[in-house]
């Protein structure tokens, strides 16, 4: 089954910079775009970045945009979040998401928080 898998998630300083993975299986990941999301404690899941099937198109939130990257690995079944220049407010649990046939899969998430 369609199955994702988030992880470099952590504790880091404002200013500092992590880098999230999302491993992929069960589909063909390479004909399909990807998304990443996230979900700060008492706010709603917002958009974060999306990447297109072959890399070749991304699109990111006004929030995040000159501090991250989202970028794809199609041979290892896996996509990045570069995350740069970090502030207290991009605290959150992050989510890659695949959309498959009107169906959106989700991963477990993985927790980042940049303290002040």
């Given at each position: 089954q369609v199955q994702?898998?988030?992880s470099g998630?952590?504790?880091v300083q404002t200013g500092g910079s992590l880098r999230l993975s999302c491993a992929a299986s069960g589909f063909t990941f390479s004909a399909y775009?990807?998304?990443w999301y996230r979900q700060a404690p008492?706010?709603?899941r917002e958009y974060i970045a999306f990447i297109s099937s072959t890399g070749s198109q991304?699109?990111?939130a006004e929030a995040?945009?000159?501090r991250f990257t989202i970028s794809r690995d199609n041979a290892k079944e896996s996509v990045h979040l570069q995350m740069n220049s970090l502030k207290p407010e991009d605290s959150a649990i992050y989510y890659c998401n695949v959309l498959i046939r009107f169906v959106d899969t989700w991963g477990q998430g993985t927790q980042v928080t940049v303290s002040s």
């Amino acid at each position: 089954q369609v199955q994702l898998v988030e992880s470099g998630g952590g504790l880091v300083q404002t200013g500092g910079s992590l880098r999230l993975s999302c491993a992929a299986s069960g589909f063909t990941f390479s004909a399909y775009p990807m998304r990443w999301y996230r979900q700060a404690p008492g706010k709603e899941r917002e958009y974060i970045a999306f990447i297109s099937s072959t890399g070749s198109q991304t699109n990111y939130a006004e929030a995040v945009k000159g501090r991250f990257t989202i970028s794809r690995d199609n041979a290892k079944e896996s996509v990045h979040l570069q995350m740069n220049s970090l502030k207290p407010e991009d605290s959150a649990i992050y989510y890659c998401n695949v959309l498959i046939r009107f169906v959106d899969t989700w991963g477990q998430g993985t927790q980042v928080t940049v303290s002040s």
